[in-house]
Antibody, heavy 120, light 110 residues
Framework: QVQLVESGGGVVRPGRSLRLSCAVSGFTFSSSGMHWVRQAPGKGLEWVAVISYDGSDKYYADSVKGRFTISRDNSKNTVYLQMNSLRVDDTAVYYC?????????????WGQGTPVTISS | NFMLTQPHSVSESPGKTVTISCTRSSGSVASNYVQWYQQRPGSAPTTVIYEDNQRPFGVSDRFSGSIDTSSNSASLTISGLKTEDEADYYCQSYDSGKRVFGGGTKLTVL
């Protein structure tokens, strides 16, 4: 069955960096776009970024553009989110999600999330 | 850029029908597909409606979706409410490659 497992979350000071990983199984990773979506404590879902199946297209939310980078390694069935210049308002649970298509569709399957806390 | 606005909360009794709205602030709601996600407390979201009115395999036919161009909104309707339907519901659409989520609606079944 489809599985997405996020890792790499933790407590980090403002201004520092963190890299999240999402390892997947149960589907053809190299044919699927992938998303990162976050949820601040007690708040709603906020879409963060998407990467196309081959990594050629990437889109970001305005709130993270220029600070976060999404990437993928199709040989490792893993998608990454490099987060730089972290701010207190980046504190959230970060979910990775499989796109229904090549990267232009909707979030079909979700992982269980990894928590990120930005605090001094 | 546009926003998707949802009511903060709705409540209804078991066995009844409830409708949750999602209003697009600019541009036509018919321009891009709308999805609906359910998130139970402490769990990851799951899809209950995709492409305006399609149900993923395994989702109960008590869930249905629609769009209304006159009000520029999408709706999620849940019939025959069960206590297990109590959750947060989010609508989502597209904006030039980006994804936009509504603020979410807390459904209470009491």
């Amino acid at each position: 069955q489809v599985q997405l497992v996020e890792s790499g979350g933790g407590v980090v000071r403002p201004g520092r960096s963190l890299r999240l990983s999402c390892a997947v199984s149960g589907f053809t990773f190299s044919s699927s776009g992938m998303h990162w979506v976050r949820q601040a404590p007690g708040k709603g879902l906020e879409w963060v970024a998407v990467i196309s199946y081959d990594g050629s297209d990437k889109y970001y939310a305005d709130s993270v553009k220029g600070r976060f980078t999404i990437s993928r390694d199709n040989s490792k069935n893993t998608v990454y989110l490099q987060m730089n210049s972290l701010r207190v308002d980046d504190t959230a649970v970060y979910y990775c999600a499989k796109d229904r298509g090549l990267g232009t569709s909707w979030c079909e399957y979700w992982g269980q999330g990894t928590p990120v806390t930005i605090s001094s | 850029n546009f926003m998707l606005t949802q009511p903060h909360s709705v409540s209804e009794s078991p066995g009844k029908t409830v409708t949750i709205s999602c209003t697009r602030s600019s541009g036509s709601v018919a321009s891009n597909y709308v999805q609906w996600y359910q998130q139970r407390p402490g769990s990851a979201p799951t899809t209950v409606i995709y492409e305006d009115n399609q149900r993923p395999f395994g989702v109960s036919d008590r869930f249905s979706g629609s769009i209304d161009t006159s009000s520029n909104s999408a709706s999620l309707t849940i019939s025959g409410l069960k206590t297990e339907d109590e959750a947060d519901y989010y609508c989502q659409s597209y904006d030039s490659g980006k994804r936009v989520f509504g603020g979410g609606t807390k459904l209470t079944v009491l």
